[in-house]
């Protein structure tokens, strides 16, 4: 992050970090996990250079902090991304077509990544969910512009300046004649490079990153329908309508909040692995009518009662075929990621 001072960010907006916003955000058009938030346009201008880079920083202070400061037109400074670190929540601030202001002359042909934390407390900040979130960031970038993924892998040190030519995914002091250091020493630039190519996480992770759409409230639809089923497996009391209401919106932010994510009620990248439940034949219950309600989707025609017997395992075995997917019959990660899309 390009600012006056870095550090102060703490300072400047430690209040802002307890209060959260209300009304929802819009999801980003450039990057549909993430949040539209825009910053000030004060802090950014109009691109003339196509993008062929990506910049990848550190806030130096709280998430919310730092999508304050760039609505705030004394910053000077902006970013395309800032990301949560406790559960790689992405909100977008500027649009890639624009110039964000957040690594001096070489702001023209890059987006900008800001990551919540501190340089000199990476084991504190750059949480497994935030390196997922990221590398799936990076990796869209890239692959919607036909770009090759050359992620420096820190080879040469942290702080390094090696050539725009061989890497196009490198920190902000990894740029020619700039005052920052982020992301720092305890930047995992091996990992890193290993997520953007859609490997494992190296942190516990067991597959690659899957992108998953954003939900919240005032939505309505078979996505929210299932969130509301797995809701009910879950333990919580609530109607299944398929509209995000208040009920629902509670009933998610309380279940956020029991496994240690950001309580912001919105069902996003982080949310909905939390949330889906493996479920395979045999099963029965709420999470198994969230199952045969999305296949009906995609005119499967069964029963919704909540009993995954031969019907809906052929069923699910003909959705992941016509998916790409290993026709196991049994509901996953990848195939609940299918269903949500």
């Not at 992620?151 to 040190?157: A, C, K, L």
Request: a positive charge.
């Amino acid at each position: 992050m390009k600012t006056l001072s870095k550090g102060s960010l703490a300072k400047l907006f430690a209040g802002l970090c307890l209060a959260a916003s209300v009304q929802p955000a819009l999801a980003s058009a450039d990057y549909p996990p993430a949040i539209w938030n825009p910053a000030a346009s004060c802090n950014y201008s109009s691109r003339s250079a196509a993008v062929t880079h990506v910049t990848v920083h550190t806030t130096q202070g709280s998430y919310a902090g730092s999508i304050s400061w760039f609505q705030n037109c004394s910053a000077g400074v902006s970013a395309h991304y800032v990301i949560r670190s406790s559960d790689g929540q992405v909100t977008q601030m500027v649009r890639e077509a624009d110039k964000a202001w957040h690594v001096g002359n070489s702001n023209g042909y890059t987006v900008g990544i800001e990551h919540e934390g501190y340089v000199n407390n990476p084991s504190a900040w750059y949480t497994t969910a935030m390196y997922n979130a990221s590398a799936a960031l990076t990796r869209d970038i890239l692959a919607s512009r036909g770009l090759a993924q050359k992620v420096y892998n820190g080879s040469s040190g942290w702080n390094a300046v090696p050539a725009d030519s061989l890497y196009n995914v490198k920190g902000h002091v990894n740029y020619a004649n700039q005052s920052h250091t982020d992301p720092g020493s305890g930047w995992d630039w091996p990992r890193y490079k290993t997520l953007v190519a859609g490997g494992t996480s190296g942190g516990g992770g067991t597959g690659t990153t899957l992108s998953w759409p954003l939900v919240q409230y005032g939505n309505k639809g078979e996505r929210v329908r299932t969130i509301q089923y797995l809701l009910q497996q879950w333990g919580y009391s609530l109607t299944v309508n398929a509209s995000f209401d208040t009920a629902t919106q509670n009933a998610v932010k309380n279940f956020q909040s029991s496994h240690g994510l950001g309580a912001d009620g919105i069902v996003g990248n982080a949310t909905w692995p939390a949330l889906t439940i493996l479920t395979q034949q045999g099963d029965s219950g709420a999470k198994v009518r969230a199952v045969q309600s999305q296949l009906n989707e995609s005119g499967a025609g069964i029963s919704v009662d909540g009993v995954f017997g031969p019907a809906t395992a052929t069923a699910v075995r003909n959705f992941q075929t016509s998916k790409g997917l290993s026709a196991d019959g049994i509901v996953g990660d990848n195939t609940w990621n299918k269903m949500a899309w």
